[in-house]
C-alpha cells in the first residue's frame, strides 16, 4: 500500500491475555520501528529493525513484550500476558534503511487491556 | 525532551494569525530534529525537518527555527486554519542511538478557532 498499515486497528483483551499487533511497513523500507504512546503522552521507542541485521531491543519495557520481522516486511509486536499499563497506542513507522529519515508512521493500534 | 520553560501543553489562536510552537531538546549532540502533526486516531504525519547545519528551513506555510546555542527548536505555521487544529510533537535524534529512533517532547495541542 501507500503508508504503513497497522492492524488490528483497536483492540480489547483482558488482563493476563497475549496479544499481537500487525505492522506492514512502505513497501522498499528496510527500517521499522515501534513506538507506545500513552494516552496524552509523546511517544516512546520500543524496539527497531534494519534489514537482516540483528533488532534494538532497547526500548521494550519487560520481558512479556517481544517483536519478529519476517522477511524484512511484516513485523508483529506480541505482548504475553498483558497488564493494564499496557493500554496504549502501539505505533509503527517505517523508513527507507537505517539513518534515513523521516519516518513515516501508521495509524497505530489502540489496545486496551481490562 | 522539553523544557519545562519554553513547553506550552496547549496552544489558542484565531483563524488566520500566525501560530509559534516552541520546543527545547536536551541532547547537544542531536543532529536531525522534526516536527509531526498528530490529529485523532491518527497516526504522526511528517511535516518538516532541519539538521543541525542549518539554523531555518521553511515549506508550505510552515517554518523550523533552530537554535543550536540554547538548544530550542520552533515551528511556525503561517495563517493558521482550523484544519491545523492537532497535537505537535518535535524529535530529535543524533543518527548514533537506539537505531536513530526518534525522541519525542510531550507535545502541544493548537486549537484553531475561526
Known amino acids: 500500500g501507500a503508508g504503513v498499515s497497522q492492524s488490528p486497528s483497536n483492540k480489547v483483551t483482558e488482563k493476563g491475555k497475549d496479544v499481537e499487533l500487525r505492522c506492514d511497513p512502505i513497501?522498499?523500507?528496510?527500517?521499522l520501528y515501534w513506538y507506545r504512546q500513552s494516552l496524552g503522552q509523546g511517544l516512546e521507542f520500543l524496539i527497531y529493525f534494519q534489514g537482516n541485521s540483528a533488532p534494538d531491543k532497547s526500548g521494550l519495557p519487560s520481558d512479556r513484550f517481544s517483536a519478529e520481522r519476517t522477511g524484512g516486511s511484516v513485523s508483529t509486536l506480541t505482548i504475553q500476558r498483558t497488564q493494564q499499563e499496557d493500554s496504549a497506542v502501539y505505533l509503527c513507522a517505517s523508513s527507507p534503511d537505517r539513518g534515513s529519515q523521516p519516518q513515516h508512521f501508521g495509524d497505530g493500534t489502540r489496545l486496551s487491556i481490562l | 525532551g522539553e523544557s519545562v520553560g519554553l513547553h506550552l501543553p496547549t496552544l489558542s489562536v484565531q483563524e488566520g494569525d500566525n501560530s509559534i510552537i516552541n520546543c527545547a531538546y536536551s541532547n547537544s549532540a542531536s543532529d536531525y530534529f522534526i516536527w509531526y502533526k498528530q490529529e485523532s486516531g491518527k497516526g504522526p504525519q511528517f511535516i518538516i525537518d532541519i539538521r543541525s547545519n542549518m539554523d531555518k528551513r521553511q515549506g508550505q506555510r510552515v517554518t523550523v527555527l533552530l537554535n543550536k546555542t540554547v538548544k530550542h527548536l520552533s515551528l511556525q505555521i503561517a495563517a493558521t486554519q482550523p484544519g491545523d487544529s492537532a497535537v505537535y510533537f518535535c524529535a530529535e535524534n543524533t543518527g548514533h542511538q537506539a537505531g536513530t529512533a526518534l525522541i519525542f517532547g510531550k507535545g502541544t495541542t493548537l486549537s484553531v478557532s475561526s
Open positions: 513497501s522498499g523500507h528496510t527500517a
